[in-house]
């Protein structure tokens, strides 16, 4: 499983950004070799569309599950349902190695 | 002579003001037009017992996808500044509501895969009322884009009015909308309260007009309320204040009935006098 966390540092402690088209960061972690690579997203500048544009940074990467807080807005789902990625939310207190076990443990719910 | 009148704050009597002060000149028999330019939540017309005369479609130019040539190397997604578009490995997304028909994509595209297509995105309204005409801008429902339609509605008045005193009631806040509704005014006058929140909104819309470099009065409505840091920052900034109108239930109880205020209220009616006169000095 390919997974993307959004994420608002580089590494399992830290914490997951609770925004999907705003968030810091992605972080990549490929369960199959237990690779990790953390991804800077630049939305800062963007006045609209930026959730679109991180859901199109997400797809390229073509993960399985995507695990973040609120959730993603309107546009954004538009664009990540055209794939068969699924997008686990509520996970915005946690860390990232705490929502990737909650994950695990199915205690996150799915967005879709 | 264009004159906007706007206010960094919402709800501070812009549109009463504008239909008031219109109604008033075209009684006293200047050549006057009002502009409904707030396109998102147009309502001055709910004031004017008018007969619409015309309703022209707006549109706004956006690209639409034709995949036969395409080979999807993204160059429209990445040279779109207001990330209208998402380019998928198998699909162009367009979302047209974002697009500013800026052209990029369509005149970059190596392959001319993205012919410009018209799009409707509101209506321009003309009414005639007593002695004057109001021009409505209406964004349709799930439009985005008010600047096109602000343009557009301006353009509208420009060619049909080239001699009248030319009124815009513009959107609140400092944003785009508000610098489309101005740039072209010689004068902007700007309704606020003697609030704190009155203050921090006329604060910001004044700095937003010394930007565009617009001469600038301040009418203060609802007079009588809150404190007196309206006026002394007006003084502070050297911008006339135009009119001081009375805090007055009889004058929300006009409105709420859709009436004209200045023609039941005496001290209103001063006040319209005021910026009528003011107006008429600066041209």
């Given at each position: 499983m390919k997974i993307i966390f959004t994420a608002k540092g580089d590494?399992?402690?830290?914490?997951?950004?609770?925004?999907?088209?705003?968030?810091?960061?992605?972080?990549?972690?490929?369960?199959?070799?237990?690779?990790?690579?953390?991804?800077?997203?630049?939305?800062e500048h963007m006045e609209h569309g930026a959730g679109l544009q991180t859901a199109q940074k997400a797809l390229e990467l073509s993960p399985d599950v995507i695990i973040t807080g609120n959730g993603a807005g309107n546009k954004a789902l538009d664009i990540l349902k055209r794939s068969s990625v699924k997008m686990y939310i509520g996970a915005g207190e946690m860390s990232l190695k705490e929502a990737y076990e909650a994950y695990k443990n199915e205690k996150l719910n799915l967005q879709f | 002579m264009r004159v906007t009148i706007a206010s960094g704050k919402g709800g501070t009597g812009k549109t009463t003001l504008s239909v008031n002060l219109a109604a008033y000149l075209a009684k006293h028999k200047k050549d006057v037009v009002l502009a409904d330019l707030d396109v998102e939540e147009p309502n001055s017309q709910l004031f004017i017992i008018g007969e619409e005369k015309s309703c022209t479609t707006a549109n706004k130019m956006v690209p639409h996808w034709d995949k036969s040539e395409c080979t999807y190397c993204g160059e429209c997604a990445d040279i779109c500044n207001f990330n209208a578009i998402v380019a998928l490995s198998d699909e162009i997304i367009i979302y047209p509501q974002l697009c500013h028909s800026c052209y990029a994509c369509s005149e970059l595209c190596p392959t001319n895969s993205l012919p410009m297509q018209s799009e409707r995105i509101g209506e321009i309204k003309l009414f005639e009322s007593k002695?004057?005409?109001?021009?409505?801008?209406?964004?349709?429902?799930?439009?985005?884009?008010?600047?096109?339609?602000?343009?557009?509605?301006?353009?509208?008045?420009?060619?049909?009015?080239?001699?009248?005193?030319?009124?815009?009631?513009?959107?609140?806040?400092?944003?785009?909308?508000?610098?489309?509704?101005?740039?072209?005014?010689?004068?902007?006058?700007?309704?606020?309260?003697?609030?704190?929140?009155?203050?921090?909104?006329?604060?910001?819309?004044?700095?937003?007009?010394?930007?565009?470099?617009?001469?600038?009065?301040?009418?203060?409505?609802?007079?009588?309320?809150?404190?007196?840091?309206?006026?002394?920052?007006?003084?502070?900034?050297?911008?006339?204040?135009?009119?001081?109108?009375k805090n007055d239930k009889a004058v929300a109880e006009c409105y709420a009935r859709g009436e004209l205020v200045y023609e039941q209220i005496e001290h209103f009616k001063a006040s319209i006098e005021q910026i009528a006169n003011f107006i008429e000095d600066y041209r």
């Open positions: 590494n399992w402690e830290s914490k997951i950004d609770e925004r999907f088209g705003r968030a810091e960061m992605f972080v990549l972690f490929d369960e199959a070799d237990d690779s990790f690579k953390a991804i800077k997203i630049e939305t | 002695g004057f005409d109001l021009i409505e801008g209406r964004l349709d429902l799930g439009q985005e884009m008010a600047v096109g339609l602000i343009a557009q509605t301006i353009d509208f008045i420009d060619k049909g009015y080239e001699d009248s005193l030319k009124l815009f009631d513009a959107p609140p806040g400092t944003s785009c909308p508000v610098i489309e509704a101005t740039k072209k005014s010689d004068l902007v006058l700007l309704v606020t309260e003697p609030t704190p929140f009155g203050l921090n909104d006329l604060t910001l819309a004044v700095e937003t007009m010394k930007v565009l470099g617009k001469k600038m009065g301040v009418i203060i409505n609802r007079y009588g309320i809150g404190d007196d840091a309206v006026e002394a920052y007006c003084k502070a900034e050297h911008i006339p204040i135009v009119a001081k109108i």
